[in-house]
């Protein structure tokens, strides 16, 4: 059964990003949006199957490194969820309007989502010290420019 309560109790349990050491992970598809498989809340990963939430409890696997670049992002940005996601939502509204160009574009030139998806497939990109950092180069950039890095 869907709880659409679930989320908003988490964010009022949620601990600052670097007291963070492991994400947990449930699943709850009712905040999810069709065609995407999971989501980093206040240091919870919420996945859209039970299945993916299985495959992502404990173990290292690329999304769940994607989740976990997007708490090393959280820690970057004072250390805090509510800057985290003002931030991401700002990204996210100066980048609408090339949604015109690019399906999701506003979701896919999000300085935070370029780097998750650039590295989600280095599993030892976490380790990194510079992990979490390099959001704030891509933040420099026009949208514009942005897509031209995935035209690449």
């Known amino acids: 059964m869907k709880n659409p309560l679930r989320l908003p109790l988490l964010m009022l349990r949620s601990r600052r990003p670097s007291r963070i050491k492991e994400m947990g992970v ?32 404990g173990k290292r696997n690329r999304l769940k490194n994607h989740e976990t670049i997007h708490l090393r992002q ?8 509510l800057c985290f996601y003002a931030l991401y939502l700002w990204y996210y509204l100066k980048a609408l309007p ?11 030139l999000n300085p935070f989502e ?5 590295h989600m497939n280095d599993l030892d990109y976490t380790n990194d010290p510079r992990c979490g950092t390099e959001w704030r180069r891509y933040a420099r950039m026009k949208p514009r420019e942005r897509l031209s890095l995935l035209r690449l």
Request: net charge negative.
């Open 26 to 57: 449930v699943c709850d598809d009712f905040w999810l949006r069709r065609g995407y498989d999971a989501l980093t809340f206040f240091g919870t990963v919420v996945a859209a199957t039970p299945e993916m939430a299985a495959s992502m409890q």
């Open 74 to 81: 959280a820690q970057d940005t004072h250390d805090s969820w």
């Open 98 to 108: 090339m949604n015109r160009r690019l399906k999701n574009a506003a979701y896919v």
């Open 114 to 118: 370029l780097e998750a998806y650039r």
